[in-house]
């Protein structure tokens, strides 16, 4: 439906009513999702400001930090699974 993650905020900004942006939660957890959980932050952090490349600033901060809380969520369930706890 979607080709982009920019398609998809357009689609999210359109749908709600304030002002700020709708940080679209499933691309952006798809698509860490696919990632290792030993990616780097920073890697992280490069993957989807390249993604966001034409958002604002604002924007692409807010998508950052979003992926960055899906990717520490990840590794913690990884290592809860993995560690037996």
Known sequence: MYDTLEARLAAAEKRTKR????????????IVGRLHVDTSDAEVE???????????????RKCVAYALRCHHE???LYNRVMGGQ
């Not at 002002?19 to 952006?28: M, N, R, Y």
């Not at 490069?46 to 692409?60: D, H, M, S, V, Y």
């Open 46 to 60: 490069a993957n989807i400001t390249k993604r966001t490349a034409k958002l604002t600033p604002a924007q692409q």
């Open 19 to 30: 002002t700020t942006l709708a940080v679209p939660k499933g691309a952006i957890s798809f």
């Open 74 to 76: 990840n590794r913690g």
